[in-house]
């Protein structure tokens, strides 16, 4: 009928496994799943958009927008050259494939050939039981949409576990230790197991990368485990599913992981705000009253430093704000980089922010002022108003200490 596009071409440019990704993706319940379609010009071999296209001699005909001639999107027109009908939706399913290909390689790269060795709890740093416990809930999280028939949810959990927290953050915790062979095996481990996990977690969806990327795992670490060692089968296509419940849950582990994750997005911000690339390693500095979040960030002060690339961190209720310090305030933490202002462009954007508050003053005081505002408004209007002034005066006067501030300290 000339309104779906062949499958048998998806697979040729982007890959099966790119395909039932993106099925799976979008595959939300008892909608219709609707693509934005394309056809290949056999002109120019470039992609043409069949919703902006003009229709050639039939509905089924279009004009290549680039040579001005007419193809055939049926191929059923002896005289018009037919043209191949896709979707540039399913470069988002190859953008992922290639991002499992990458990460995996260059995590068993770093794990070599590792023999097992049974573990202890005792023997895990708190990564280690982080990334456990965020595996069991993502293995709970997956097999519970699957349960549901919800695979554009079970594909999205088992995405965020494998891209967030085992690539952004797993993987960059463990470099230092992966440089130093006491601590090494360990990570190796774990990461083994990790790894395991997310090839299973992912077979459903893209079958054949997924079984390519288990053989070379089983090839370099055939026996996976934690306490005891996984059952070892050749082909993922006949791995059980993984079991959560080999994995503790540690809820108030995971809550202090999410607050340094918080701190050092603090920092990171802060650093892309005043163009600090990311080679080079500023002071830092946690004003935090003593309590479980000066406990939690000055157990994981090391991952703090080494994640934000900082060359010394000080954490305390008696910090101070160093010289040309850029500042951010992430929960009950007030965090200072140390020599990254510019002072002169910093007292011109405060100078800006200045004027702006000081004329939403101006403008609030006069309507205040105004008696015919004050007795005829809803008393809860006119309280929302007094809030603003009491609030803009607090940030102009905030304002004006830091640009004495700045002005000293030049």
């Known amino acids: 009928k000339g309104n779906g596009v062949d499958p048998v071409d998806i697979i040729e440019k982007y890959g099966t496994d790119a395909m039932r990704y993106v099925l799976c993706e979008m595959q939300t319940g ?35 927008p680039e040579s001005g001639k007419e193809f055939d999107v049926l191929g059923t027109m002896k005289d018009v050259p037919a043209a191949k009908v896709t979707s540039d939706r399913f470069e988002v399913g190859r953008g992922f494939c290639n991002k499992l290909w990458n990460a995996v390689r260059f995590a068993l790269m770093n794990l070599g050939e590792h023999p097992f060795t049974p573990l202890r709890p005792e023997d895990l740093a708190p990564e280690d039981r982080w990334i456990l416990s965020r595996l069991g809930g993502a293995v709970r999280g997956v097999t519970r949409a699957l349960e549901e028939y919800n695979p554009s949810a079970a594909i999205g959990l088992a995405r965020k576990f494998f891209w967030g927290d085992l690539c952004d953050w797993y993987l960059e915790m463990i470099k230092p230790r992966m440089k130093d062979e006491a601590q090494a095996p360990v990570a190796r481990s774990v990461l083994a ?95 935090v009253r003593q309590g ?62 200045l004027a702006k508050l000081r004329k939403q003053l101006e403008t609030t005081e006069k309507k205040l002022a105004n008696e015919n505002f004050v007795s005829r408004a809803k008393p809860e209007v006119v309280q929302v108003e007094r809030d603003r002034l009491a609030e803009m005066q ?17």
Request: net charge negative.
């Open 30 to 64: 008892t909608q219709d799943i609707r693509l934005p379609v394309q056809a290949i010009s056999p002109f120019t071999g470039e992609l043409v958009d069949l919703a902006k296209a003009k229709h050639g001699r039939s509905i089924f005909t279009y004009i290549c």
């Open 193 to 287: 197991v990790a790894i395991d996990r997310v090839l299973r977690l992912f077979h459903p969806f893209i079958p054949f990368i997924t079984e390519a990327l288990w053989e070379r795992l089983s090839a370099q670490v055939p026996v996976r485990g934690i306490e005891g060692p996984l059952p070892a089968v050749d082909l993922l296509i006949t791995a059980n599913w993984p079991d959560s419940s080999r994995y503790k849950g540690e809820p108030q582990l995971e809550a202090e992981m999410e607050l340094m994750q918080s701190v050092i997005h603090g920092i990171r911000d802060l650093r892309w705000k005043y163009e600090v690339p990311p080679s080079q390693k500023v002071e830092g500095r946690i004003k």
């Open 292 to 353: 479980a979040t000066a406990e939690t960030l000055t157990r994981l002060e090391a991952h703090v430093r080494n994640l934000a690339a900082l060359s010394v961190l000080e954490i305390g209720g008696g910090v101070t704000r160093p010289a040309l310090a850029a500042t951010a305030v992430v929960g009950e933490c007030e965090i200072f980089l140390a020599g990254v202002l510019d002072p002169v462009r910093e007292k011109e954007r405060m100078d800006k922010q």
């Open 394 to 410: 607090g940030q102009i006067a905030l304002l004006e200490e830091n640009v004495q501030r700045l002005t000293e300290e030049e």
